[in-house]
């Protein structure tokens, strides 16, 4: 049974940094993308960032471009999200998803959820 789990939340001041990590156990990832999303209380989960398993090709929200960084390691088979100059209003749950195989990222292309991690950023 395929388990994707999410580490690395926590509480951080403003302009502080975290890192998030993931890793999807019983699943071979080449051919999929995976991607971090984030779900602030009361409102929608949005697509923070992407990256394709075989490539490496990465894209981001507009509203974390420049500051949060998306990787993987193939070895350990983990999803890394750097998140850096952390503001309030990042302030969400963090979500680790895998994409249907040869998918492009999206909500609905998603096949596994993880639980998700939170992320607190105080002013």
């Known amino acids: 049974q395929v388990q994707v789990v999410e580490s690395g939340g926590g509480l951080v001041q403003a302009g502080g940094s975290l890192r998030l990590s993931c890793t999807a156990s019983?699943?071979?990832?080449?051919?999929?993308?995976m991607a971090w999303f984030r779900q602030a209380p009361g409102e929608e989960r949005v697509w923070v960032s992407c990256?394709?398993?075989?490539?490496?090709?990465?894209d981001y929200a507009d509203s974390v471009k420049g500051r949060f960084t998306i990787s993987r390691d193939s070895v350990k088979n983990t999803l890394y999200l750097q998140m850096t100059r952390l503001q309030p209003n990042d302030t969400a749950m963090y979500y680790c998803?895998?994409?249907?195989?040869?998918?492009?990222?999206?909500?609905?292309?998603?096949?596994?959820w993880g639980r998700g991690t939170q992320v607190t950023v105080s002013s």
């Open positions: 998803a895998v994409q249907r195989l040869y998918a492009p990222c999206s909500r609905l292309n998603v096949d596994f």
């Open positions: 019983e699943l071979n990832v080449f051919n999929r993308a």
């Open positions: 990256i394709n398993w075989n490539d490496g090709i990465k």
